[in-house]
């Protein structure tokens, strides 16, 4: 009884680490010019593998960003254009120097979190996804939803993690402390940009109000489009899970309407590559379950 109560607590996590297991090469050779720039580097940001602007949003900024959390939004308009248009000014620059200039734009979330938040996030991990760049933009809170980091990890050759895995099943923190940390506090107006490579958490139970974050990830483009499954063999196919692979259920889609898709392939790191096509409409795939 004990064994098959073991044995299915253990499954999934296991079956999830064999799947990163087949793909985490593609990963690796991505990641390879990049793990070699980020140990050489001296600049500031890709030797600490972060970097925090504060209060860098301002009153039009936050005004426009405050429109996603209204109810029954649609995501993909005007204000999604604003987004990119800050983005293009305040971070094209640091993102090319981090990634190189062949990135683009691969997960965007609007997330509340509260002390009630519950998320696998709360367990020390990386994306497992290797080098990637995750911008928080704080749109609301008072630091006492942070994230935690740990120094120095984001130069570490990625390998996926039995133990990170297990969080899924077991909600404890397995195997590290939370000595050396650093903390992003997340104050209204506030942005940090981070390599998710790097060990990170999210804090929530001291949470004194509603933090309110959008998230957008960056990647390589070439690593995206590998871990998206589309590089794969038509005669030999796996059956590897893809982690940016292709979803059947449109439910798991925002539309993006005609006018403002023409408008979105105006920015560089905006790639038709994140697009889905479904009877002539073009969708985003977009889950707010992403962790921070
Ligand atoms: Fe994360």
Partial sequence: ???????????????????????????????????????????AFIKNGYKINR????????????????????????????????????????I???????????????????KLSKSVSECWHTDNLGHKLNLLICVDGDGSIPTFYKPGTHKKKYFPSIFEEMRMSFNINLFLTDSAKIIFDHKKGD????????????????G????????????????????????????????IKYPYREMNEIKDYQL?????????????????DVIKNHNGKHYFQYSNLVED
């Fill in 1 to 43: 009884m004990i064994i098959k109560k073991i044995y299915s607590k253990l499954k999934n996590p296991l079956k999830s680490y064999l799947n990163r297991l087949g793909y985490y090469k593609n990963i690796l050779k991505h990641d390879a010019k990049l793990n070699y720039s980020i140990n050489q580097s001296d600049f």
């Fill in 55 to 94: 209060n860098l949003l301002s009153k039009e900024d936050l005004y426009h960003f405050n429109k996603f959390y209204e109810k029954n939004q649609f995501l993909f308009d005007e204000k999604f254009l604003y987004l990119l248009k800050f983005i293009e000014n305040k971070y094209e620059k640091s």
């Fill in 96 to 114: 090319k120097e981090y990634l190189g200039d062949n990135y683009i734009l691969v997960n965007f979330a609007v997330m509340k979190t509260s």
């Fill in 191 to 206: 942005c940090t940009l981070f390599d998710a490579n790097a060990k990170h958490r999210g804090s929530y139970q001291a």
């Fill in 208 to 239: 004194t109000m509603e933090r309110k974050i959008i998230i957008i990830d960056f990647m390589n483009k070439d690593k995206f489009l590998d871990l998206r499954g589309h590089n794969e063999n038509e005669s030999n196919k796996s059956n």
């Fill in 256 to 272: 993006i309407p005609e006018k403002i898709f023409k408008d979105l392939l105006r920015f560089n790191f905006f790639s038709k």
